[in-house]
């Protein structure tokens, strides 16, 4: 039998730290997010590897799992019956501490059984997973301990293979990257190999493939029970792995036994030896000090006194899905960006930065100022020349995309000088602020010059415009009517507006009162355009026109008076009259277009291509009911604000509590949401919580702390 260190101990639990994610009593009905992936510090772009908390399917363990890596679960047996479903638990999983990175819970598979469980996604390649079962009855217990391993493989079969000098086990893996990562050269690695270890000394451990496991009929051993679980979950291939390890233990009233599971990931080429090397520490790392580490990156988010667990638990989760997100310096990157998300890992979220995902930067900034301000110095490091901006930047991506009609290459909607300018309400950092201007002035100036074909004032969408006004599928008038480039419309000119806003604000504060006076003067000039051309009195709302013609019309009569939800950022760019906003706000009011049960949707739903789980033509967007709630405030309508608000939150909440992810959008009119998940700019949830309960402005609360 190899010898390894094997601990029977008394358990004592920890006093609380007082903060919230680190005291949670929190069950598979509360609204906790629960996806992990390694902190900023240890994290690298080639490989990376997250992992989902999998507790809320009865069919299935109490596992961490990922969508194209290894997975992790644990099952018990005593006396003649094996329990590791959530179906078969005594007590089902509580979780007491979850940050971006970290989890703790325990549960009861057995009355007198208790199992606690941390999970540590320690660096991108590497986690661990510790087990503490306890004996809290009156009898002494056998218990079988089975923690078990599998991974979804490829086209070819996995065959672990033991290590004598480390006492664990390796076997090859490929992790084969998707066509938009191949496109786009992504420089994901591929050939893998897995290294586990453990300090648990096993009686014996078996290892198979899904290749020959009967579909139907009673499993015949604990081997097979467990088989036919995984195989429930439908594995990508026949040719999974699984491992299972199996240690008898006895345990007397009020004993512990503590073991820990130890995972890295690691380049095929590196020396096996090197990897179990690193890895072999993990097993000594302690994760209280990687709570305390979260506990202080997560003390700087503001508190505000919320009604309810419910948006409690959404609050701290935004945080969460955003912090995890962010990566460091790598590549051409500088200093820190963010992907859309790591787990799944999905190249168009995978590949870099983008404006309208920065929208999330509004409240991630009051978590960590430094890494928000840093994420848009990506975009400013990497800026042209001429002004122009990638449409999306990332450590090993510079995504232009060049369309073939014209020859114009295209950017991201012009939301960079307004982001810029709330982060630094946030910060308060002078020196970012300079920097902001000169790139942000540059922007405008390159976006207006290339984007105004007739020079008439007022801007179209350039180059790939589906892809550049951010809504790049099921448009109903990009599909119906006629490419953006076509089109001035509301969208892309009230940002515009707000742009040259933002920058007349950054001037003010940077002693600038020359420049202030001129953005101001464009801002004014644009809105005057945008009330005279694209306000219709008779509909009271605000449609593209026709960029030749400014009217209604491209190829039948008012073919663009399609009612979308771009026609309410006026609003928030502060472009509308009273009087016009007024008459808007009728339309967002009516429960037939606008006024959804779960939010404001991106078309009308008395379009007969209105389809609420579409993608432009339905769903709620949550950045989007962000600003129109800030426009909402802004022109005084709070209590309208105020039920959007409700309203989306209320869905997010309810996917919280049933899936326990955020999505990349919901829909307005039931309890679905899609298409991809984990996505960060769900995070903004977290600022419209803060101007919903918070009663001063969000940038003023946090300064006012600072100055206690």
């Not at 902001?436 to 020079?455: I, M």
């Amino acid at each position: 039998m190899r010898k390894v260190i094997f601990l029977l101990l008394l358990i004592s639990s920890c006093p609380g730290s007082g903060q919230f994610l680190s005291n949670l009593q929190a069950t598979r009905n509360d609204a906790l997010f629960t996806t992990y992936a390694a902190p900023i510090s240890r994290s690298s772009y080639k490989l990376d590897q997250g992992y989902q908390l999998l507790f809320n399917d009865d069919e299935s363990g109490v596992e961490m799992i990922s969508s194209d890596g290894p997975n992790f679960g644990l099952a018990l047996r005593v006396g003649n019956e094996t329990r590791f479903r959530l179906k078969e638990l005594f007590k089902e999983p509580i979780i007491t501490t979850s940050y971006s990175d970290i989890l703790k819970l325990y549960y009861y598979p057995f009355e007198d059984i208790r199992v606690d469980v941390c999970f540590d996604v320690y660096s991108s390649g590497s986690a661990f997973a510790e087990y503490t079962v306890s004996n809290s009855g009156k009898f002494e217990r056998e218990i079988t301990l089975i923690p078990y391993h599998f991974y979804p493989a490829g086209d070819s079969l996995i065959n672990p293979e033991h290590d004598n000098l480390f006492d664990g086990y390796y076997y090859s893996l490929q992790k084969k990257p998707d066509s938009w990562m191949k496109e786009h050269q992504i420089p994901i690695l591929t050939a893998l190999r897995a290294h586990l270890i453990s300090d648990l000394i096993l009686d014996s451990l078996v290892s198979f493939s899904f290749r020959s496991l009967p579909e139907t009929g009673k499993p015949q051993t604990v081997s097979d029970d467990i088989r036919r679980s995984l195989q429930y979950k439908k594995m990508a291939s026949p040719n999974a792995v699984a491992m299972l390890g199996f240690r008898t233990i006895r345990l007397k009233p009020g004993e512990s036994a503590r073991f820990r599971v130890v995972i890295r990931i690691e380049d095929a080429t590196v020396r096996r030896q090197d990897a179990f090397r690193k890895l072999t520490p993990l097993l000594r790392v302690d994760p209280e000090d990687i709570i305390s580490e979260d506990e202080k990156t997560y003390s700087r988010i503001p508190r505000i006194r919320l009604p309810g667990r419910d948006l409690e638990m959404l609050y701290w989760s935004c945080f969460s899905l955003m912090r995890q997100c962010m990566m460091p310096a790598e590549g051409k990157c500088r200093t820190n960006y963010y992907i859309f998300s790591r787990e799944p890992k999905w190249g168009w979220g995978y590949g870099g930065q983008v404006f309208h995902e920065s929208l999330s930067m509004l409240a991630y900034a009051y978590m960590d100022p430094v890494s928000a301000m840093n994420s848009q110095r990506v975009f400013i490091q990497r800026q042209q020349a001429d002004g122009y901006i990638n449409y999306r930047t990332g450590p090993y991506l510079d995504e232009t995309i060049p369309y073939d009609g014209n020859g114009a290459i295209t950017t991201s909607a012009p939301w960079f000088n307004y982001i810029n300018l709330e982060v630094y309400k946030i910060t308060r950092d002078r020196k970012f602020l300079q920097e902001a201007y000169a790139s942000g002035k540059k922007f405008y100036l390159y976006f207006v010059r290339n984007r105004d074909s007739n020079k008439n004032g007022l801007c179209e969408w350039g180059g790939e415009g589906e892809l550049e006004s951010v809504r790049d599928a099921r448009v109903v008038i990009w599909e119906n009517v006629g490419r953006p480039m076509n089109f001035e419309g509301p969208d892309v000119n009230s940002m515009l507006v707000k742009e040259a806003r933002s920058l007349a604000e950054m001037a003010r504060v940077l002693g600038l009162a020359s420049d202030a006076r001129q953005w101001d003067d464009l801002a004014s000039q644009r809105s005057a355009l945008i009330e005279h051309y694209m306000w219709d009195n008779t509909s009271g709302f605000y449609y593209n026109i026709n960029k030749i013609t400014q009217g209604f019309t491209f190829r039948w009569s008012n073919d663009l008076k399609v009612k979308e939800i771009i026609g309410f950022l006026p609003l928030w760019a502060g472009v509308s009259s009273k009087e016009n906003a007024a008459k808007l706000i009728v339309s967002l009011r009516d429960p037939l277009e606008f006024r959804r049960k779960y939010g404001i949707p991106t078309l009308t739903a008395k379009s007969a291509f209105y389809n609420p789980m579409g993608y432009w033509n339905g769903p709620v967007w949550v950045q989007w009911n962000y600003l129109i709630c800030r426009g909402l405030r802004d022109y005084g309508y709070t209590k309208d604000a105020s039920e959007i608000t409700g309203n989306v939150l209320d869905n997010i909440v309810w996917h919280l509590k049933h899936d326990h992810v955020f999505w990349e959008f919901y829909s307005p009119d039931e309890r679905q949401a899609g298409w991809n998940k984990t996505y960060i700019w769900a995070g903004i949830a977290a600022r419209m919580l803060m101007e919903e309960y918070t009663p001063v402005a969000p940038e003023k609360a946090i300064m006012d702390k600072k100055k206690k």
